[in-house]
């Protein structure tokens, strides 16, 4: 909504006048039975006390706490406090705005009728707005809303190039616009009439409002129709009928309900399958509630093919409880999974329970337990894994106790989780603060740790008592406007009661010179290493890593190259070295390139270029391709060439190389993940892709 005029130094010194409805005898509402005050600036007003009705003119503006009123002329009854306003009206509730003709409205119960409507609704999903224009709107602003004999739009200008026009649109704010009687208009020309349609304001959703019409290799010639519907603002959906020529006739219901602190999806679908001679049925249930203090969420999904050769079912479920009070959280996470055929049932359960408890400002402790039950032909496992964190945190450190394990429920009668596990039993560490190294700004940090750990793989098993020590510096040993040399090494030392001995050290050194404003330079050295041994595997350190790298950097405001080459001490090899370079050479260009060069082939193994260029603000085009320098070939992967009509519809051609695809595409501007599209394959066969199932080419 444009902004307020300001009025004029006369209507200033004329009409500025603060109305407590306990002015003369103190009028009260007559239901609210409270006095509510009203702000009110005009060029001239008048206002009588036995009647209660105060008329006012030229510039008006009425303000009652978060509902602001503009007009040329207003009429208001402070005993009913009925407004009625003419004339350029403009009413503001919060941040909502709405522009219009006439006005009635209640400043009581918030509700109104506006005439010669024009407003804008965004949403996170919607680049810019979505304008809307009615006769009429009545409701309440900044909850539901009906416009009638509405016009809607995501194009800007008086003539947008795609627009709707409906009997009905109902607005729910940062929610949807649901329409009536939807007529979609092209280029000023009539397209399709439907009884219903939806447009999302909060959801990356896609609504349809033709039939799609393709070929693929699965269900051969299709026929897919997608049919929104609304029946209230917490209940509405779409519904599915799919024509298939191979795969058969598919018929389908995704429902979207809320019912005070509960809410969900609930999506159905049935499939005559020609393939399997019978009838595939699917079920997708996605419900949230709240009970007070505790959030529930529920999620199953069965699917049943009642194929008279192989009848099959499988369905999985899964449930999060979750609480929490001052000193305390619990969650609990379970899920179920069944699959059944010819009338073999394998079946696996899982519950995973985590509590925090913060018994002072000192003192927590953490409980994790995971259950599982797996069941098959073979018979049934139960398995427990229980952890139990204690921690304190003391002056200048933190000390932790930390026991898990593995429980058999079932005596290990069958054992179907083969994992590998780790039990501490237990483990104590203690870790001090970060403290500055001296004078220096290095960071150290000590820690060390005694526990007894048993490791379970599926042969055999190892039990020891570790010790570990461990220190780490981190920090500048540079640091200047020019040079700047980081260095971070970690140095631990273990000790086993089998009289193993283990020590290792890790760190990276990273040394980066500005040369000048546009150009620095960065080497840097990444070590890890190991002597001795350890009988335990969890805690191995997997090979050696020494590797030196140089990097040259040249940034401008509209130019980035970067070149980097790695040598691997280890091998004695050069790793493959890459340029990239980014320039923007102008608005709304981009242009990217990289080079690969591999010592070990001595040649270049692989080049890139990328081209983004908008024309004009009608015509763009980007390309994406590659040289593969193994094959010694030039792949143009992308070719996409786009037209803008009226900065508001987009249509687009996009040639894939790799695949020898040929792809048209058409979208909103505000609505660039939602798009139409449409391919030709190499064999010239029929491509689609659903907006709703995948991004497209």
């Known amino acids: 909504m444009r902004g307020l ?7 200033l010194l004329a009409g500025v006048l603060v109305i407590a409805l306990g002015i003369g005898g103190a009028p009260r509402l007559a239901d609210a039975q409270e006095e509510i005050p009203i702000t009110l600036r005009a060029k001239t007003f008048r206002y009588d006390r036995n009647t209660k009705i105060l008329t006012a003119s030229g510039d008006v503006v009425v303000v009652y706490q978060d509902v602001t009123i503009l007009a040329d002329r207003l009429d208001a009854d402070l005993g009913t406090n009925d407004v009625r306003a003419e004339g350029h009206v403009r009413i503001e509730v919060g941040r909502y705005r709405v522009r219009g003709e006439t006005l009635d409205y209640n400043l009581t119960t918030r509700r109104g009728r506006l005439t010669q409507t024009a407003a804008d609704y965004a949403g996170p999903f919607i680049l810019g707005t979505v304008s ?37 649109f109902t607005v729910y704010p940062n929610d949807k616009i649901v329409g009536r009687s939807v007529t979609v208009w092209i280029g000023g020309k009539r397209t399709v009439t439907w009884p219903y349609f939806v447009i999302y304001l909060r959801e990356q959703r896609a609504t349809r409002l033709l039939p799609i019409v393709g070929f693929s290799e699965l269900e051969g010639y299709f026929l897919k129709t997608f049919y929104a519907y609304a029946l209230s603002e917490n209940h509405y959906g779409t519904l599915r009928l799919d024509l298939m020529e191979r795969l058969g006739t598919g018929y389908g219901v995704e429902h979207s309900y809320r019912f005070g ?35 529930a969420r529920l999620y199953a999904d069965a699917v049943t093919r009642s194929s008279p050769l ?56 953490e409980l994790v337990g995971d259950v599982s039950r797996t069941t098959s032909f073979l ?57 500055l190294l001296g004078g220096t700004r290095l960071v150290y940090q000590l820690q060390g740790g005694v526990g007894r750990f048993r490791e379970i793989p599926l042969v055999g098993s190892v039990e020891a008592v570790r010790t570990d020590v461990s220190a780490t510096v981190s920090g500048p040993l540079i640091e200047s406007d020019r040079d700047a040399l980081i260095v971070r090494a970690t140095m631990r030392g273990s000790h086993y009661s089998t009289g193993d001995v283990r020590g290792f050290v890790s760190g990276r050194v990273d040394f980066t010179r500005m040369f000048n404003t546009a150009l620095t330079g960065q080497v840097g050295y990444t070590l890890q290493n190991q002597a001795g041994r350890t009988p335990f595997t969890f805690d191995l350190l997997v090979g050696q890593l020494g590797q030196a790298d140089a990097t040259l950097t040249y940034r401008r405001p509209n130019v980035l190259v970067t070149a980097q080459t790695v040598f691997d001490n280890i091998t004695g090899a050069w790793l493959p070295a890459v340029v990239r370079a980014q320039w923007a050479p102008r608005e709304k260009w981009a242009i990217a390139a990289a080079l690969q060069y591999d010592a070990a082939l001595g040649a270049f193994s692989r080049g890139e270029l990328f081209l ?86």
């Not at 005029?5 to 209507?11: I, L, Q, V």
């Not at 159905?268 to 079920?283: A, E, M, P, S, V």
């Not at 989780?417 to 780790?422: A, K």
């Not at 085009?621 to 786009?642: M, N, Q, S």
Request: proline content about 4%.
């Open 5 to 11: 005029r300001r009025p004029r130094p006369r209507a």
């Open 132 to 168: 809307l224009r009615a006769e009429s709107v009545e409701g309440t602003l900044g909850k539901v809303t009906t416009a009638r004999q509405a016009f809607c739009t995501t194009c800007e200008g008086p003539n947008p190039v795609a627009f709707l026009t409906a009997k009905e």
């Open 261 to 295: 602190a509960a809410a969900g999806v609930v999506f159905l679908y049935l499939l005559q399958n020609k393939q399997i001679g019978g009838t595939d049925q699917r079920l997708v249930i996605n419900h949230q509630q709240r009970l007070g203090d505790v959030t």
């Open 310 to 365: 192989a009848p099959s079912s499988d369905a999985f479920g899964a449930l999060d409880t979750s609480w929490r009070t001052s000193r305390s959280s619990t969650a609990i996470y379970q899920t179920y999974a069944n699959f059944n055929f010819l009338g073999f049932t394998t079946a696996a359960s899982t519950a995973r329970v985590i509590h925090t408890q913060q018994f002072s400002d000192r003192l927590s402790a």
């Open 379 to 435: 018979g049934t496992d139960d398995e427990m894994f229980p952890r139990f964190t204690f921690r304190y945190r003391g002056a200048g450190y933190v000390a932790s106790l930390i026991a898990e394990g593995r429980l058999d429920l079932d005596g290990s009668a069958f054992t179907a989780d083969t994992r590998f596990v780790t039990e501490r039993l237990p483990e104590v560490t203690v870790a001090s603060d970060p403290i």
């Open 612 to 697: 983004d260029i908008t024309l004009d603000p009608r015509w763009q085009i980007a390309y994406y391709g590659f040289y593969d320098g193994i094959a010694g070939r030039i792949f143009h992967d992308r070719l996409t060439v786009a037209r803008t009509w009226a900065d508001c519809l987009v249509t687009a051609v996009t040639y894939r190389g790799l695949t020898q695809e040929l792809w048209f595409e058409t979208w909103l501007t505000a609505l660039p993940w939602a798009r139409g599209q449409v391919g030709i394959g190499s064999q010239g066969q029929v491509l689609f892709t659903q907006p709703w199932l995948g991004t497209g080419p």
